[in-house]
């Protein structure tokens, strides 16, 4: 079962910045769609962004459009989450994903369900 790894997480002021990253060096990275989610206490885990295995299609939750940025290096088999203007309801565990495609050519299709889970990484935003 392939690895995923998240780090970047920390500590931030409102409107702070912070750039997490997901690594994957066991995988065969251009395979899968990754998403990012976002998990605080008591609550399920609610996607926050999502890249599809080419990076060609991209969608994010509307609590952070215009202020989160994913991105990937498939080479390096990286994942990233540029985070800018951070609020505190943005504080929580932050987890990256990862979902096969079955196709190398549906470069736009990203599964519901996804069998491969980083660690989480803990944002915390002050007011």
């Known amino acids: 079962q392939p690895r995923l790894a998240e780090s970047g997480g920390g500590s931030v002021q409102a409107v702070g910045s912070l750039r997490l990253l997901c690594e994957g060096p066991?995988?065969?990275?251009?395979?899968?769609?990754m998403p990012w989610f976002r998990q605080v206490p008591g609550n399920e885990r609610d996607r926050v962004a999502s890249i599809s295995i080419n990076g060609g299609s991209i969608t994010y939750a509307d609590s952070v459009k215009d202020r989160f940025t994913i991105s990937r290096d498939n080479a390096k088999k990286m994942l990233f989450l540029q985070m800018d203007t951070l609020q505190p309801e943005d504080t929580g565990v932050y987890f990256c994903?990862?979902?096969?495609?079955?196709?190398?050519?549906?470069?736009?299709?990203?599964?519901?369900?996804?069998?491969?889970w980083g660690q989480g990484t803990q944002v915390t935003v002050s007011s």
């Open positions: 066991e995988m065969t990275y251009d395979r899968y769609c």
């Open positions: 994903a990862a979902g096969y495609v079955p196709s190398p050519f549906a470069v736009g299709y990203c599964p519901t369900e996804f069998g491969t």
